[in-house]
């Protein structure tokens, strides 16, 4: 079993507490419209469009899916032909719609039809020129990992780390992979905290992923529903089940707001949240101000909450019940 | 008694020109006029045997200069560092200052403060000030804590106002106290540069929130920086402390004299790697170790120290409890030049296996050498020096301190410096370390540093600082200074520390301003 892995930051401050090594999942089932990330939502279509231009010869075709240094992937032997891998076919969240779309297209715009785009991240320079080269909001630097290759990647950076923090994208489009993932980090004595949009069911928890982790962070990025759908495309009901089950069983982390003027109503979502929150006084509320960077052009027209604004949200958050509020 | 030996009128007319242009400065102070004018007087001295050779590796231009002994002049007067056993004042008393043992916080904080003005070195300031949290405890434990605490903050005001050299040094740890709780706090509030100070962590004797408690501090005012507890008691025995830049040395001694390899300008002598480590190191190395044996010589046998300073004879000091520091700097340029010589330019150190393997071999060799060399006069530390891993000087160029990897070519990622750390640490009882600026908003999870920390000392590295990278007082090489006063200097003001000229060299020739923050 493996998942796409977009990056590894071996030490991060900034994703949980203490020092954890934080892995980004790719792929996402929301289209936030100010994701700072938007390479991270799609799976490449192996268009090969980022080939050619790849100043540092880290991009590559291959008739095979796989590297060739590498075997194929454990117990998946039978799906070494090219037409069967896995990348186009097994993502749980790609509806038969798109994938129909998406094989149109690469007939309509791939040269290259048939072949696969690998990377070698020995070679690659990071200048993100295939990334902005992309026009399918995805990233051909992915490596499919098991969780067993993960943990050997995360071998060096043990002693110096407390956990690890899955993020993406959305991190529980995998939910096997993380259930495998967090059994073996915790027979090494490392936690597991989950970044997630909330749109896999914690209540229910099908995958029994909750006994295995240390916690969830999780985004309300609106109160009303209709507001959630203009923000990400989607609807929020299982985000707000999400968000009462887990601060019930006691694994949310972290709550988070972004606020983005003129989107939608963020002062009601945050003084719902912050309400939410009074019996629980150990939960973090992060109140994040939108920023430009990374935004798609098309989104970036929103402006950045002014410092005063903020000040005043953190305050309206505690005045609401939120005992442990910060904003970033 | 050795006879002094003449010099020339023209050298000595030079070294007049330079005491009048010393009295007339207008950016020296008048403590910083009257050690420059001593160090000019003492220049004029010849009174060392010094060994054959010695003087074309040492009085060298700084690109070509071979062994360095970092301004101790030519006829050493005291040792170069001096660890009074503070514990030990505080319990007896001296009768030459005519102090008897203080009975509360106010008279014991009196009584260091007047011995600090008795306790020589290099700097002619005391480069220990002594376990703080420890010798005060007894005196704190049972007073009311925020009446402590002004004592204390007004301690350390007092310090750095009056030990005008930022190669001063205090302890605190292993264990939680709460005279060390409210000097981390003291500290933390006046963000000042001295003293310097260092905590001693060992995971099984310091509670989690001590080392938080410290961590948020260093994150204020850049100190305390951390030392491997159990790293250090199992070289020195429990009876060591941290002094000056990061030193580890005996409690109640010291080190007599610190000289340095420059390893990069040795590099350039030889012909490749096997004629470095086979004929030009060993014979810097002999002509070294030769020259601090003949300083200690004098400093035993005919300065007259330990015979009749009072630090000596009162027991706060023991003449056995001394040894000598055979130190090093520049091992990244010597790897990166010697590898160019063998044709392969490409490889650098901090950046490949091969360059990193040469600095292991490079110290291999010199810790053997020092192995094998004996010193009638370092009995605590085995008949041996200790090695040393020496952070620079302000007028070093292209030398990068101890093992460190020159700075701008840091790795990327933090965990494959600490691992490249990790293989040159053990090597250095008598100090080495590190230094990181952090990004500001560490300090929302300062577990992050506590987590490095506790790592890193599983990993048998040594000592690490850190700095917020937006703090004012921020670590040179080994010492703090305030970015502020710098900018004083740079404008040709006055500045009480003598170690801001200092800081001042350094941001211009060694960059330190440019490290990458993690």
């Known amino acids: 079993m493996r998942a796409p892995v977009n990056r590894i930051i071996p030490f991060s401050a900034v994703d949980g507490p203490g020092n954890r090594t934080a892995v980004f999942l790719q792929g996402c089932n929301f289209n936030c419209k100010y994701c700072h990330n938007p390479e991270t939502r799609k799976l490449c279509i192996h268009c090969g469009d980022c080939v050619e231009d790849c100043p540092g010869g880290a991009l590559y075709f291959s008739d095979s899916p796989f590297p060739s240094a590498s075997r194929p992937f454990p117990g998946e032997e039978k799906q070494e032909s090219a037409r069967t891998a896995p990348a186009l076919s097994s993502y749980p969240f790609w509806g038969e719609e798109k994938r129909e779309g998406i094989s149109e297209e690469r007939e309509r715009e791939s040269p290259h039809s048939g072949r696969w785009v690998l990377f070698s991240p020995e070679k690659c320079i990071g200048c993100d020129r295939c990334i902005r080269i992309c026009r399918h909001d995805a990233s051909p630097r992915i490596r499919w990992m098991s969780p067993e290759e993960l943990l050997r990647e995360l071998s060096k950076n043990r002693p110096f780390i407390r956990g690890v923090t899955v993020s993406g994208g959305e991190c529980t489009l995998y939910p096997a992979f993380l259930r495998e993932l967090a059994a073996l980090l915790l027979s090494e004595g490392l936690e597991l905290l989950l970044d997630s949009n909330g749109s896999y069911d914690f209540s229910e928890d099908p995958a029994g992923l909750l006994p295995l982790l240390s916690g969830v962070m999780l985004d309300v990025k609106a109160w009303k529903r209709e507001e959630h759908e203009r923000v990400t495309g989607t609807g929020n009901e299982d985000v707000l089940r999400n ?65 005063e604004e903020m000040s005043r949200l953190l305050e309206i958050a505690k005045s609401e019940g939120a005992v442990k509020v910060l904003t970033l | 008694m050795g006879k002094m030996r003449e010099i020339t009128m023209e050298r000595v007319e030079k070294t007049r020109e330079e005491m009048l242009k010393t009295v007339k400065s207008p950016v020296l102070t008048h403590e910083q006029k009257v050690a420059a004018m001593a160090s000019l007087a003492d220049s004029l001295l010849e009174v060392l045997n010094i060994p054959e050779g010695l003087s074309e590796l040492l009085d060298a231009p700084i690109e070509t200069q071979c062994i360095c002994d970092l301004f101790e002049g030519h006829a050493p007067m005291r040792p170069r560092y001096i660890i009074p056993d503070y514990g030990r004042f505080l319990k007896e008393g001296s009768s030459f200052l005519e102090l008897g043992a203080p009975g509360d916080l106010y008279e014991a904080i009196n009584a260091l403060e007047i011995f600090y003005k008795h306790v020589p070195s290099v700097t002619n300031y005391p480069v220990y000030v002594g376990a703080l949290d420890r010798l005060l405890e007894p005196f704190v434990s049972s007073m009311d804590e925020e009446e402590a605490y002004r004592l204390i903050r007004a301690f350390f005001i007092h310090m750095d106002r009056t030990i005008l050299d930022s190669f001063s040094h205090g302890n605190i740890g292993p264990e939680r106290t709460k005279a060390g709780s409210l000097i981390l706090r003291a500290i933390a509030e006046t963000k000042d540069a001295v003293p310097n100070m260092t905590m001693k962590y060992d995971a099984s004797l310091t509670e989690d929130a001590f080392l938080l408690e410290a961590v948020r501090a260093a994150l204020e005012s850049a100190k305390p920086s951390f030392a491997n507890d159990a790293m250090f008691r199992s070289e020195l025995g429990p009876e060591y402390v941290i002094a000056s830049c990061y030193n580890g040395l005996p409690e ?107 600095g292991v071999r490079i110290m291999d060799t010199i810790s053997a050498f020092n192995e094998a060399h004996r010193n009638p006069y370092c009995e605590v530390s085995g008949g041996h020096f200790l090695l040393h891993a020496q952070v620079g000087i302000s007028s070093d160029i292209g030398i990068s301190p101890g093992t460190r990897i020159p700075i701008g070519e840091e790795p990327e990622e933090l965990v494959d410096q600490l691992e490249l750390l990790s293989r040159f640490h053990h090597y250095f009882p008598s100090g080495t370390g590190d230094i990181f600026p952090i990004e500001r908003t560490v300090h929302r999870n300062p577990e992050y540093i506590m987590d490095i920390i506790k790592g890193a000392f599983q990993k ?42 200092l800081g001042m060299g350094a941001k211009q020739n060694g960059h330190i301003l440019e490290r990458r923050v993690r």
């Open chain 1, 243 to 307: 968000l009462r089950s887990l601060l019930q069983c006691g694994k949310l982390y972290e709550l988070r707001t972004v606020v983005v003027p003129g989107l939608f109503d963020y002062e009601g979502c945050i003084r719902e949240c912050a309400r939410l929150l009074r019996p629980y006084p150990e939960v973090r509320y992060k109140i994040i101000a939108f920023r430009k960077n990374g935004v798609r052009a098309e989104y970036r027209d929103f402006e950045s909450p002014t410092e």
């Open chain 2, 252 to 358: 109640g001694g010291g080190s007599y004299t610190l000289c340095r390899l420059i390893l990069g300008n040795i590099a350039k002598r030889a012909k490749g790697i096997e004629d470095f480590l086979s004929r030009e190191l060993p014979y810097v190395m002999d002509l070294q170790a030769r020259y601090m044996d003949e300083r200690i010589r004098f400093i035993v046998e005919e300065s007259g120290f330990f015979e009749n300073n009072f630090l000596a004879k009162e027991g706060f000091i023991r003449r056995e409890r001394f040894t000598a520091m055979f130190g090093l700097v520049g091992l990244a340029e010597a790897v990166n030049i010697l590898l160019e010589k063998e044709g392969k330019k490409g490889l650098r150190f901090g950046h490949s296996e091969e360059a990193v393997s040469l």
């Open chain 2, 460 to 501: 048998k590295l040594r000592y690490l600082s850190f700095y917020s990278s937006d703090s004012d007082v921020i670590r040179i090489t080994g010492y703090l200074v305030k970015r502020s006063e710098i900018k004083t200097l740079e404008k040709g003001g006055n500045v009480k520390h003598d170690t801001t000229a």
